[in-house]
């Protein structure tokens, strides 16, 4: 059963601050996800990581994928107050088909 | 609007009712995923269909709960005999091929009393 597993939880920051979100993943997988959720909304899309050192940018954000240590991080740089919001990740099994299997989810709050 | 679009937005029902929550995927798109998510189990695969094969439903939690998808679009979740467990957001996406991102609805927030 594949296992996905974000760290950490809880993230509260100061704005200008940089941080890393960690995403593990127990099983082979050759697709992962970013979303974001603002609170009392629906899941927003932010990457797609389809290769072993993929790396995607969009903003402040930079997402990361080794596939060999089942390992995707979400890099925050500067961080600004809209960005607090809750991150999954999420994971494409290779053997069962698109479902998705989620984190826990990593609850961001920047403080001015 | 372009999105994914969900019905009703929040549903409050009675235990032992049956609900009906409606899917209207973005058009064109093939795949259509159900989840639900919950303060105690996160964010949970319900059930899956591509096309016209035939539907994963190894996320579903009982029998109480069946969904369809009629004519490659709308999608109805059902859940008969509701139980207090079953209050959720229940989310819809649908992708344009299973290989690309999911994109979601706002989801039904539904509560058993």
């Known amino acids: 059963e594949l296992k996905v597993e974000q760290n950490p939880l809880f993230l509260s920051m100061q704005e200008g601050k940089n941080y890393t979100i960690y995403c593990n993943y127990s099983?082979?997988?050759?697709?992962l996800y970013w979303y974001r959720q603002d609170p009392g909304k629906s899941l927003e899309s932010l990457f797609v990581?389809?290769?072993?050192?993929a790396v995607k940018q969009e903003g402040r954000l930079m997402a990361s994928l080794d596939t060999k240590a089942r390992l995707s991080t979400l890099h925050i740089t500067a961080a600004v107050h809209d960005l607090s919001a809750t991150y999954f990740c999420?994971?494409?099994?290779?053997?069962?088909?698109?479902?998705?299997?989620f984190g826990e989810g990593t609850q961001l709050t920047v403080n001015p | 609007g372009a999105g994914v679009s969900q019905s009703p937005s929040n549903k409050v029902t009675e235990k032992g009712k049956d609900v009906e929550l409606r899917c209207d995927p973005i058009?064109?798109?093939?795949?259509l995923y159900w989840y639900r998510q919950s303060l105690g189990q996160g964010l949970e695969f319900l059930i899956y269909?591509?096309?016209?094969?035939?539907?994963?439903k190894s996320g579903l939690p009982s029998d109480r709960f069946s969904a369809e998808r009629t004519g490659g679009s709308v999608s109805t979740l059902t859940i008969q005999r509701t139980q207090q467990e079953d209050s959720a957001v229940y989310l819809c996406?649908?992708?344009?091929?299973?290989?690309?991102?999911?994109?979601f609805g706002d989801g039904t927030r539904l509560s058993i009393l």
């Open positions: 996406a649908s992708s344009l091929l299973s290989t690309q991102p999911q994109h």
């Open positions: 099983t082979t997988s050759d697709r």
């Open positions: 990581l389809l290769s072993n050192g």
């Open positions: 999420a994971v494409v099994e290779e053997t069962s088909g698109s479902r998705l299997t």
């Open positions: 058009s064109g798109h093939t795949a």
């Open positions: 269909f591509q096309g016209n094969s035939a539907p994963d």
